[in-house]
Every structure is written in C-alpha cells, then in structure tokens.
C-alpha cells in the first residue's frame, strides 16, 4: 500500500512532513509522496526523514490549473530530489498571488462584519494559508459551527467571501514539471466533472500537450470510474498514480493510506512512477 498523494503544514495539512513520514512508516505505507499546494517547502525535511526511517519517498507538487470545464482542475507534479529551482520562480509568482486571494478573502469576511486578521491566520498556519485554515479559524470564533458550513457560507466558489485564484493553463503547468524533470498527472479527475466520453477526450487532448499520467486510484473514486480511469489510461499510455488527499485534521475522515473507504493504492504506482523518473533524469 502506497500514498502518493498527500500534504503536510507546508500548505494545508495539519501533520508537519516530518511527522506526516514518521506516521507513514508506523501505517505500513510501502512509499509515500508530499505533494503539498503550490510550494516545495516541506519536501527537503520529508525526504531526508524519509532516508532516515527507511521509507521510500518522491517529492511532489500540487497545481491549481485553468480549466474553462463545470469543475475544477489541479495538476500534480512528482520529482526524484526536493531541490527543483527549475519551477520555484513560478510557485513563488504562484504564491505571491495566493496571498493577495488570501487578502481579498479577509476583507470580504471583514465588510460581512467578521472580525479576522492575516495575523490571526499566520499563528494558525505554519506554512501557506489557505481556505483550510480560514475555515478553522471561522469555527474557532465561533462564526459558524463546522468546518464544512466555513465552507459551504464563506468559501466555496460562489459563497459570499470566495476569491477565485491566479491560475496557469495547462500547457504552462505541464511544461513547468517537464522542464524540471517531473512527471506532470492529472489529479482526482472527478473534479473536472466531466462525462466519461468528455473526460477520455480532454485526457488525450492532455496527453498530446505533455501529460504523462492520471491519478486513477482516490479518495473519492468509485469502482466503476477507476476502472475507466485505468483502461483510459492504458489506451493513451499514460502512468497511473493513486493516493488518499490527506490533510490531516483539515479532513479528519480521509486516512492516510487509506483515504475514505480503505483506499488500495498499488506499490506498482510508485515503482512505475519512480522508474519513469529515473528514466528521464
């Protein structure tokens, strides 16, 4: 069992990547890969971790990506090292530019006559702030009761404090992870909300401009879209990938390893993600 999905503090996990590794190892996970929101941040402490407990490891990204579909596209990136100068420039323009969102978002709040400060939010997160952390604060003040209402009245897209993000296309995205020797997958291809025969269509439109894999194994997949996923993914010679989207207490109902409903992602991901990595450095 692998997990080749996941995110620690260094975005908006609640595990700091040491601690996301050593609980790895104590799950059993066969390997394992960070692959945290738009920064590289916490990938050099996982890996050297990872050395040190014996666990195999890759480093990752994950990429909010344009998509002009009903839903929502993010695009993940997987390295051999943690030290990727080729795409920092990007993920810092990336970050710059999630930090004003972020900005926008506390103003929002803040003329809906909610007290909120970016300062109250730094203490919170101790890395990248995101929605998560908005959300825990928002339930923290006792502005709204869970996590999920945060969501559901202040920032889902099309709730009253939402800023939609800056975002790449997907040739830029692609290309970024290719330039820097990462294999560029499609992430939960749920989220794209598109029909089978849509979705097998865009997927070779994306093949054709760089990708190289799609997440087919997930949290939130059922049997019946995994199967097509991986019968998609072997007629358009794409690698297949899986992992849980753990966050931590962010979403404490998705297990790491095992995601929702004792997710079964296969070694075989990770040996044929990590030999095409070799293959191409």
Request: charged fraction near 25%; include cysteine; glycine fraction near 8%.
């Amino acid at each position: 069992m692998v997990d080749l999905h996941t995110h620690s503090t260094a975005s908006d996990g609640t595990f700091t990547p040491k601690e996301l590794i050593i609980l790895a190892k104590k799950e059993g996970l066969q390997a394992l890969a960070l692959t945290d929101h738009d920064t590289t941040q916490g990938l050099k402490e996982a890996y050297l971790t990872a050395k040190e407990v014996d666990l195999p490891f890759l480093c990752g990204v994950e990429i909010s990506v344009k998509f002009e579909g009903p839903g929502h596209f993010h695009l993940l990136g997987y390295f051999l090292k943690p030290d990727i100068p080729e795409i920092q420039s990007t993920l810092e323009v990336l970050q710059k530019a999630r930090d004003t969102r972020n900005q926008k978002m506390i103003e929002k709040l803040q003329q809906a006559g909610i007290e909120i400060t970016l300062e109250e939010l730094e203490e919170i997160a101790q890395g990248e702030i995101g929605r998560p952390h908005i959300a825990n604060l928002l339930v923290k003040k006792g502005v709204v009761k869970t996590f999920e209402e945060a969501f559901q009245k202040y920032l889902k897209k099309g709730a009253l404090a939402y800023v939609p993000k800056a975002l790449l296309s997907p040739e830029e995205a692609i290309n970024q992870i290719k330039q820097a020797k990462g294999v560029p997958v499609l992430a939960h291809p749920f989220t794209l909300k598109l029909s089978y025969a849509d979705l097998y269509k865009y997927l070779s439109l994306l093949k054709d401009i760089g990708l190289m894999g799609v997440e087919a194994y997930y949290t939130e997949h059922n049997q019946d879209f995994t199967r097509f996923l991986l019968e998609t993914a072997q007629k358009l010679d794409l690698i297949v990938t899986g992992g849980s989207d753990f966050h931590g207490a962010n979403k404490p109902d998705i297990k790491l390893g095992k995601g929702l409903n004792n997710l079964s992602v296969p070694l075989s991901c990770y040996k044929n993600l990590k030999n095409l990595l070799e293959k191409i450095n």
